[in-house]
């Protein structure tokens, strides 16, 4: 017994050792960038950033002195400026406390043909007619509304509804649907002549051809004339997408899409920055009726949205880059 414990015990004493346990490999030590280099980065990326907003600065605060006419903006082809209605005073009329009369005031309305609800929304477009439109003062009783339920009646209750249309007013349609052609977008349009008979107008016709309770581009407005450009240049782009021209196409939707994505830009500015924005009952556009603030920018916006489709349709990049310049040119002189 004593033999085989001292062979056990020798056996044990003679066994190999456990295998050692593998050593973690070296991980090379990252060399951390130079903190020159770093701060060369940092520095050249606030020094772009101080220009970019420079330049925003600049663009945003940009506007005209001059008197009219300007020369016009060919992006590509030249964008006419709404003349004033004729039938405004050629000089600013000096306040006075003096009442206006009852007046009533024609316009020309349109419609996209086809559409048979006349409930708009409506083109006001009295530029198709100019000095054949009339304004006059009204002796007597206003006549009664059109009655509910006819075409007349509808146009007249969709007019009614349109921003600082007062209640007490009356709209009458007074000629028969005649078909046209818009001579700035030359789209095809229906329209008809209305007499806005006006009980108590605050003031003589203005350049909007309104008494003074609306904004529009003829008076100088830059947000109508920011909506006024998107539109224009979105209808130039798919006139010449149709006509396959596509790089003069991808200029104008640049200039559409530019032009919307500055405009909430520069309100914000306007209202913020400069305290210099001035609320607006309602705007009178040239392409899209007559619009309260909101109303105005959401329609900018959406253009905008069309503009950037029609310009990758058109062979552009997606996502295309504008500049500030770009973007607030329409608060300058054209």
Not at 146 to 153: K, L, R, V
Not at 193 to 202: D, I, L, N
Not at 273 to 291: E, H, K, M, Q
Request: proline share 10%; net charge positive; aromatic share 4%.
């Amino acid at each position: 017994m004593k033999v085989a414990a001292l062979c056990v015990v020798l056996s044990a004493c003679g066994a190999s050792p456990p295998p050692a346990e593998p050593t973690a490999p070296a991980i090379p030590a990252v060399r951390s960038a130079p903190k020159v280099d770093e701060q060369v980065r940092r520095a050249e990326l606030a020094s772009t950033h101080r220009k970019l907003e420079e330049e925003q600065s600049v663009a945003l605060a940009a506007g005209c002195d001059q008197p009219p006419p300007h020369a016009p903006r060919c992006a590509p082809s030249c964008y006419s400026i709404e003349p004033p209605d004729p039938r405004a005073p050629a000089k600013k009329p000096k306040p006075s406390r003096r009442r206006v009369g009852p007046l009533e005031v024609q316009h020309v309305v349109c419609e996209q043909p086809g559409d048979d609800t006349h409930a708009g929304p409506f083109i006001h477009a009295d530029e198709l007619d100019g000095a054949r439109l009339t304004a006059k003062p009204v002796r007597g009783r206003f006549p009664k509304p059109h009655t509910t339920g006819t075409w007349e009646g509808t146009l007249a209750a969709a007019l009614a509804s349109q921003p600082a249309f007062p209640k007490s007013d009356v709209i009458r349609v007074t000629s028969s649907w005649r078909a046209r052609v818009h001579p700035v977008t030359k789209a095809r349009l229906r329209c008809v002549t209305v007499s806005h008979f006006m009980r108590s107008p605050k003031r003589p016709i203005d350049a909007c051809g309104s008494d003074g309770s609306l904004a529009c581009e003829a008076s100088g407005d830059s947000a109508a004339h920011g909506i006024n450009v998107v539109h224009y240049r979105l209808a130039e782009a798919r006139t010449l997408q149709a006509a396959g021209k596509s790089a003069e196409c991808q200029q104008a939707s640049l200039e559409a899409l530019a032009v919307a994505r500055g405009m909430p830009r520069w309100r914000q500015y306007a209202q913020l920055n400069a305290a210099s924005w001035i609320p607006r009952a309602g705007y009178r556009t040239r392409f899209d009726g007559v619009l309260d603030e909101d109303a105005l920018f959401v329609r900018a916006a959406a253009l905008g949205v069309q503009a950037e489709q029609i310009h990758v349709a058109c062979g552009g990049a997606p996502g295309p880059k504008t500049t500030a310049e770009q973007e607030q040119s329409f608060h300058t002189c054209w």
